[in-house]
């Protein structure tokens, strides 16, 4: 793959610390893997022109999603690439994921890097390269998710006037961005308290 530098993350060789059930797949798939996503970028740069000269790939994303793409710089398109790509998924799922999930984070990669990041991420710029790659521009998986650990939810402890509340961890993260909330009873500001985990996954 001649001036595409590609960087496995360190967690593509260690296995010993994987929670049960998240154990990463074998060396031969992650080398497939490795292989599939540097294969897909020399095409894009021969056939579209779209040369992406350094990406990370990762084997640590968690949960239900198959993969995700991102570039570290805001709003940019010059990189640093990091395609993160789920285990789990990886392990139960090798044919399809090697032939649907790698073109699909790939191709995020080439569309947004050739028409810049205020494209719609599954618009018709990306589908376009998924059908270049040959692939069908899905949107999401269809695995079975039965054997994929769910991520516990988090809630943090608020007070108002009147009582305690519960957030969610995206409502609380808006909260340290700024964003104030009210109680609906006494129309009180709530105030931060200590974190605590949900006793109750809500998506179950």
Same mark, same amino acid.
């Given at each position: 793959?001649?001036?595409?530098?590609?960087?496995?993350? !360190?967690?593509?060789?260690?296995?010993?610390?994987?929670? #049960?059930?998240?154990?990463? $797949?074998?060396?031969?798939?992650?080398?497939? @893997?490795?292989?599939?996503?540097?294969?897909?970028?020399?095409?894009?740069?021969?056939?579209?022109?779209? +040369?992406?000269?350094?990406?990370?790939? +990762?084997?640590?994303?968690?949960?239900? @999603?198959?993969?995700? !793409?991102?570039?570290? @710089? #805001?709003?940019?398109?010059? *990189? $640093?690439?990091?395609?993160?790509?789920?285990?789990?998924?990886?392990?139960?799922?090798?044919?399809?994921?090697?032939?649907?999930? =790698?073109?699909?984070?790939?191709?995020?990669?080439? !569309?947004?890097?050739?028409?810049?990041?205020? =494209? +719609?991420?599954?618009?018709?710029?990306?589908? !376009?390269?998924?059908?270049?790659?040959?692939?069908?521009?899905?949107?999401?998986?269809?695995?079975?998710?039965?054997?994929?650990? +769910?991520?516990?939810?988090?809630?943090?402890?608020?007070?108002?006037?009147?009582?305690?509340?519960?957030?969610?961890?995206?409502?609380?993260?808006?909260?340290? @961005?700024?964003?104030?909330?009210?109680?609906?009873?006494?129309? *009180? #500001?709530?105030?931060?308290?200590?974190?605590?985990?949900?006793?109750?996954?809500?998506?179950?």
């Amino acid at each position: 793959m001649p001036g595409i530098a590609i960087r496995p993350s !360190a967690d593509t060789t260690d296995q010993g610390d994987s929670p #049960p059930g998240q154990r990463v $797949p074998d060396h031969r798939l992650l080398t497939l @893997a490795i292989a599939r996503t540097g294969e897909l970028l020399s095409q894009a740069a021969v056939d579209l022109g779209v +040369r992406v000269k350094s990406l990370e790939i +990762r084997f640590d994303l968690r949960g239900r @999603a198959a993969g995700q !793409a991102r570039c570290g @710089a #805001p709003h940019g398109i010059r *990189g $640093p690439w990091t395609i993160r790509y789920n285990p789990v998924l990886l392990r139960e799922n090798p044919d399809s994921f090697l032939a649907e999930t =790698i073109p699909h984070e790939v191709a995020h990669v080439v !569309a947004f890097k050739r028409h810049g990041h205020r =494209i +719609r991420p599954h618009g018709p710029e990306w589908r !376009a390269i998924m059908e270049q790659f040959g692939a069908a521009p899905e949107r999401c998986h269809r695995y079975d998710l039965s054997r994929v650990p +769910r991520r516990a939810t988090r809630f943090f402890l608020y007070h108002c006037g009147c009582g305690e509340h519960q957030l969610s961890t995206i409502r609380h993260h808006r909260v340290l @961005a700024g964003q104030t909330y009210v109680c609906r009873r006494c129309t *009180g #500001p709530l105030r931060p308290g200590r974190g605590i985990p949900s006793p109750v996954d809500p998506s179950g």
